[in-house]
């Protein structure tokens, strides 16, 4: 009798990540980024056989949506990844821009996103903006103003999200509610620290495992 022996190849899955210092992780190691957080989970879980490479982030600390656009335009990538996410909008509010030139270029940027996700927006996730001025760095700020405009530009990124059929990850909710604990905060008391970008991870790698379970 033969015997038949099967080859067991396992999907290797590739992950870009888009943003700006909340993508690169400020003031924490690489590591403890929320996009190599991500990465470890899906790693590591037990609901899907998924093994991913380390994750490819297109961010700098500063960055708006015009910024990050001019970035990918120069830079070399895959033609295709598996998975997408774009966290950006937080410095076009910094620098007093409008919401709605934001959406114009947010638009712009999610559907290249959609693009390096080989057309398939179900692959593509957006994370909101955090709320900076929750945090001790907006000291002496109207942090109630701040508030309302931050909104105003996550508004526009989950209206847009929806457009394209992209998911959208609220993480400002639980965000606001850390953004004066130290133990959530980086050094320089503006950017998160791995415990708070730990829960940002936990929301994404349990929406991506949700897709590519289907």
């Not at 400020?26 to 470890?40: D, G, I, K, R």
């Not at 509010?93 to 114009?104: E, L, M, T, V």
């Not at 959609?114 to 927006?121: E, H, L, R, V």
């Not at 980086?186 to 790698?205: M, Q, T, V």
Request: net charge negative.
């Amino acid at each position: 009798m033969k015997q038949l022996f099967y080859l067991h190849l396992e999907m290797i899955y590739t992950y870009l990540a888009l943003g700006d210092s909340y993508t690169i992780g400020e003031q924490v190691n690489l590591a403890e980024s929320f996009p190599y957080q991500t990465v470890q989970r899906l790693r590591q879980t037990t609901v899907g056989d998924w093994q991913f490479t380390a994750p490819e982030i297109i961010a700098k600390t500063g960055w708006t949506t015009d910024e990050l656009n001019a970035a990918i335009q120069q830079t070399t990538l895959l033609t295709q990844y598996d998975v997408v996410s774009l966290l950006i909008g937080v410095n076009n509010h910094y620098r007093a821009r409008s919401a709605a030139a934001f959406k114009d270029e947010f638009t712009q940027l999610l559907q290249k996103a959609i693009a390096f996700a080989g057309g398939n927006s179900k692959n593509v996730f957006v994370l909101s903006i955090p709320d900076w001025g929750t945090t001790p760095f907006a000291q002496g700020r109207d942090r109630e103003k701040i508030a309302n405009e931050i909104d105003a530009f996550n508004q526009v990124c989950k209206n847009v999200s929806a457009t394209f059929a992209c998911t959208f990850i609220d993480i400002t909710a639980s965000q606001r509610e850390d953004g004066n604990k130290m133990d959530f905060l980086a050094g320089d008391g503006l950017h998160p620290s791995s415990k708070e970008y730990a829960k940002w991870a936990d929301k994404l790698s349990a929406a991506i495992g949700a897709k590519l379970n289907r």
